[in-house]
């Protein structure tokens, strides 16, 4: 399963670590994912999803 949302596929991005020397490193910001069960087309699956997919409602939660 890879490093994204099921529903709006954000994926990690990159960037720069700056330290006060201002030596420059590479790095990654990763989302916020959360693996929970949802049901889709009345079977259960589960899904990486990321929280502020989560928090909208845009996924049923299985109970």
């Known amino acids: 399963m890879?490093?994204?949302?099921?529903?709006c596929a954000k994926s990690p991005t990159f960037g720069n670590?700056?330290?006060?020397?201002?030596?420059i490193r590479s790095r990654k910001f990763y989302p916020n994912l959360q693996r929970i069960r949802i049901m889709e087309n009345g079977t259960v699956k589960r899904i990486?999803?990321?929280?502020?997919?989560?928090r909208s409602g845009k996924v049923q939660k299985a109970v």
């Open 2 to 7: 890879p490093m994204q949302c099921y529903v």
């Open 17 to 23: 670590t700056i330290s006060h020397a201002h030596n």
């Open 48 to 54: 990486r999803i990321c929280t502020r997919c989560l």
